[in-house]
């Protein structure tokens, strides 16, 4: 398994203020823990940006969502595992937004998906029920879901009122 080390931070003084510094690790990680939105941007396979919002779950350095397998950003991410996913405050002068660059796959290992399905309960509530069935989500509606796990390269930072921007690089250590 890849589990990531805590990330390098490197503030980008081109776009940040004066005598701003770099971003806490920790503020971000609970930003990125307490979103309740995200957009996720794929590539379709002519070229084109794909855009959308989603739910998912932020875990131990990595992002994790869920999509039907006829969905745009699930046939983008068959064609094209590289994905950015971006969350943030929407407002100007107060907050942070970050923004997640890295490789997407597929998880299918029903214990890890167990887990991931308690965490959309604990996050989003009773609505968003999913049994684990042949490495996928399914929902008491019928729908029938793949899991992904985006492990990022790269976190942006962008942090407002003392603006700044901060690079998170991973290591990445392999068990």
Not at 2 to 13: G, R, S, V, Y
Not at 116 to 129: D, F, R
Not at 157 to 172: C, D, L, P
Request: charged share 20%; with cysteine; proline share 5%.
């Amino acid at each position: 398994m890849d589990t990531a080390t805590h990330p390098t931070p490197q503030l980008d003084e081109r776009f940040s203020a004066p005598g701003a510094t770099e971003a806490d690790w920790d503020r971000i990680d609970t930003a990125l823990t307490d979103a309740e939105v995200y957009w996720i941007s794929t590539v379709r396979p002519p070229g084109q940006p794909h855009v959308t919002p989603l739910i998912g779950i932020w875990r131990e350095n990595e992002y994790w969502f869920c999509t039907g397998a006829d969905e745009q950003k699930a046939k983008n991410l068959a064609a094209n595992a590289r994905a950015t996913v971006t969350t943030g405050t929407n407002v100007l002068d107060r907050g942070v937004d970050v923004v997640i660059e890295g490789k997407v796959q597929v998880e299918t290992n029903a214990p890890l998906l167990q887990t991931i399905a308690a965490q959309y309960i604990e996050k989003y509530g009773s609505g968003w029920t999913f049994d684990v069935v042949d490495g996928h989500f399914e929902h008491a509606d019928g729908g029938r879901a793949v899991v992904y796990r985006l492990t990022p390269t790269t976190v942006f930072a962008f942090t407002k009122g003392a603006f700044s921007q901060t690079r998170f690089t991973f290591e990445r250590a392999h068990h």
